[in-house]
Nanobody, 120 residues
Framework: QVQLVESGGGLVQPGGSLRLSCAASGRIFSIFAMGWYRQAPGKQRELVADISRDGNTNYSDSVKGRFTISRDYAKNTVYLQMNSLTPDDTAEYSC??????????????WGQGTQVTVSS
C-alpha cells in the first residue's frame, strides 16, 4: 500500500512560477522513478517530466527550458519547479511513482492531483 500526496498547485498569473511537491509513503522497498503528468479539459493525460533514481530526466517539448524536475529519494519526494507559466499550462497535475513494494512486486501509483490555473 502506497500513497502519494501532491501540494503546491494554485492560481498564478502568466509569467509566474509555482513549485509542486509529491511525497510518497507506505510500504516502499524502493522507488525506480517518479514523474509528473497533466491533463487539461478535453485532452489526454500527458507526461510533463520524470526522473529516475540515477538522475536521468525526460521532459515534454512544451516545457523544456521552463520546468525542472528534481527529487529527494531519501524523503521519497519529487518536485516540479515551473517557471514562465502560460495559460496553456493550466491543467490538473498528478504525481506518479514506479514503486517496488515487495521482493517481487513492482507497480505504478498515482496521487489525487493538484490543480494549476494560469490566468490574469
Amino acid at each position: 500500500q502506497v500513497q502519494l500526496v501532491e501540494s503546491g498547485g494554485g492560481l498564478v498569473q502568466p509569467g509566474g512560477s509555482l513549485r509542486l511537491s509529491c511525497a510518497a509513503s507506505g510500504r516502499i522497498f524502493s522507488i525506480f522513478a517518479m514523474g509528473w503528468y497533466r491533463q487539461a479539459p478535453g485532452k489526454q493525460r500527458e507526461l510533463v517530466a520524470d526522473i529516475s533514481r540515477d538522475g536521468n530526466t525526460n521532459y515534454s517539448d512544451s516545457v523544456k527550458g521552463r520546468f525542472t524536475i528534481s527529487r529527494d529519494y531519501a524523503k521519497n519526494t519529487v518536485y516540479l519547479q515551473m517557471n514562465s507559466l502560460t495559460p496553456d499550462d493550466t491543467a490538473e497535475y498528478s504525481c506518479n511513482a514506479d514503486v517496488m513494494t515487495g521482493w517481487t512486486t513492482r507497480r505504478n501509483y498515482w496521487g489525487q492531483g493538484t490543480q494549476v490555473t494560469v490566468s490574469s
